[in-house]
């Protein structure tokens, strides 16, 4: 709970705060010794505001920030009132609204926080995941592609150039605001969670640690000296970083289809509409689950691989299916038919991840996602750009990145169309580490993505030593 200052607010019925107008002119019975700090008749402060952590006397002029705000009731509980801080593009100011107070007093802190980090960067501890993540990580956020870093490696173009060696952390927007991503040929993003072995791919913009699995198999079934460490090399193996679903340790062997069928443009979706339709919003919007999304459920809720305890730590997330489509000219396969790239029935069809992710074409994977293409779920798939941004690209091998490891047995499934011809093919990540296509309907490896909740705390195995979150020392989650 943050109890920074003593802030008492006594309203009867709704109270809505323009900044700007209580800064330039009286409001009511109220008075401010410093622009966000304001105060009532009793020299009481009742609203102030903190800039990354700081009591600031001035409000940000910028909607450059993440914003949240807090009300407090005179015992220091959080209070029921309704509060929401926002950006005002109209008049260029931040907006505070405060509803749904009928009685008593209320404090209330207005929180910003710079997002160009993740949210909860800066003040996150080192007894946090996210805290430990910033305090050992090779720190390249606030350089550019083609920037030199202070150990001398050039940072590459993602999606244009195969990162093989280490980049670190570096910098993205989402649809959150700023995201942190690990990029190259990274050692140090290793985290033992349920008893399995993960790598982190990124915190997205509300400090959300998403993971990829690396090591399906849980150290109960495990032997010898590192028994208690499912990261170690000890147990890679050529499909290992597979989800076996079915809970049997051979089973599937890892393996899914993306969808059963695959004969029309729907099937491209985790969630699909109605296959064979006029439009591409029927075709595409609807309640239809995919075959490997019921995979990747089925192997979440399984309590033998994921306890009650396990589930609290991982947060509901945007998963992206992005199905837009690619431009109406791009044509990259010839075809001959009188139309192209509509995304509905069995019009031959190029989805815009395909074209953005060419290197030809100067390529710019993103990790934003539209409205529309994504699925708000505790488990999901890793999309073809995060494997852009990870290292991988569409035109060149690379053994060296990440995400290479423990997947040399076949490929493996994303969640971003390709394209539809006659069939619809995914992008997958094929065993040499390039980023490339394959039929929905074939067997596939299925490779889990989650992402923890900013506050989990982290610890360490004991008596592990080195480097933290590296193979032999990974940050532990329990």
Not at 82 to 100: Q, R
Not at 148 to 172: F, H, N, S
Not at 375 to 403: C, Q, R
Request: hydrophobic share 30%; glycine share 8%; net charge negative.
């Amino acid at each position: 709970m943050k109890t920074k200052n003593k802030i008492i607010l006594s309203l009867i019925g709704i109270f809505i705060i323009s900044i700007s107008l209580i800064i330039n002119n009286s409001y009511q019975k109220y008075s401010y010794s410093a622009p966000t700090i304001i105060k009532d008749d009793n020299n009481e402060t009742i609203i102030a505001a903190y800039i990354d952590g700081e009591l600031s006397t001035s409000f940000p002029t910028t909607k450059k920030f993440n914003a949240s705000v807090e009300c407090y009731d005179r015992n220091g509980e959080l209070s029921n009132a309704n509060a929401s801080v926002s950006w005002d593009n109209t008049n260029t100011k931040w907006m505070v609204n405060l509803t749904g107070i009928t009685n008593g007093s209320i404090k209330c802190n207005i929180y910003f926080e710079d997002n160009s980090r993740p949210k909860g960067w800066k003040t996150a501890t080192s007894t946090s995941l996210l805290g430990a993540i910033k305090n050992n990580v090779k720190d390249n956020t606030t350089l550019n592609s083609g920037d030199t870093d202070t150990k001398g490696v050039t940072l590459t173009y993602p999606g244009r150039v195969a990162a093989t060696q280490e980049e670190g952390l570096r910098a993205a927007e989402d649809d959150y605001g700023t995201s942190f991503y690990y990029r190259g040929a990274v050692t140090n993003n290793y985290v033992k969670f349920a008893d399995m072995c993960w790598r982190i791919v990124r915190i997205d913009g509300n400090g959300n640690i998403k993971l990829v699995l690396f090591n399906y198999k849980k150290t109960a079934n495990r032997t010898g000296s590192n028994v208690l460490n499912p990261c170690h090399s000890d147990y890679n193996a050529d499909d290992a970083a597979y989800a076996r679903y079915d809970n049997t340790e051979n089973g599937q062997a890892g393996k899914s289809v993306y969808n059963t069928i695959q004969n029309q443009n729907a099937y491209v979706g985790l969630i699909y509409g109605t296959p064979g339709s006029s439009t591409y919003a029927l075709e595409h919007n609807g309640n239809n689950v995919s075959t490997i999304l019921e995979n990747l459920n089925t192997w979440y809720n399984d309590t033998n691989i994921f306890l009650n305890e396990d589930k609290a730590k991982i947060a509901t997330v945007a998963y992206c299916n992005d199905k837009t489509l690619a431009s109406s000219t791009y044509n990259p396969d010839n075809w001959e038919d009188p139309e192209i790239n509509k995304g509905y029935g069995q019009i031959k069809t190029n989805y815009a991840v395909r074209e953005r992710l060419e290197p030809e074409n100067a390529a710019e994977p993103v990790l934003t996602c539209p409205d529309g293409s994504k699925l708000e779920n505790k488990i999901g798939l890793l999309t073809a750009d995060e494997v852009a941004f990870a290292g991988g690209t569409t035109n060149s091998n690379n053994s060296m990145y990440y995400l290479y490891g423990n997947t040399k047995s076949i490929y493996w499934f994303t969640s971003s169309p390709s394209n539809y011809s006659g069939l619809v093919k995914m992008h997958v990540v094929y065993t040499s580490g390039m980023i490339g296509n394959y039929g929905a309907s074939g067997a596939r490896g299925l490779r889990p993505a989650i992402a923890l909740s900013p506050n989990v705390t982290v610890s360490y195995l004991e008596g592990a030593t080195g480097d933290k979150g590296t193979s032999t020392n990974p940050f532990v989650i329990e």
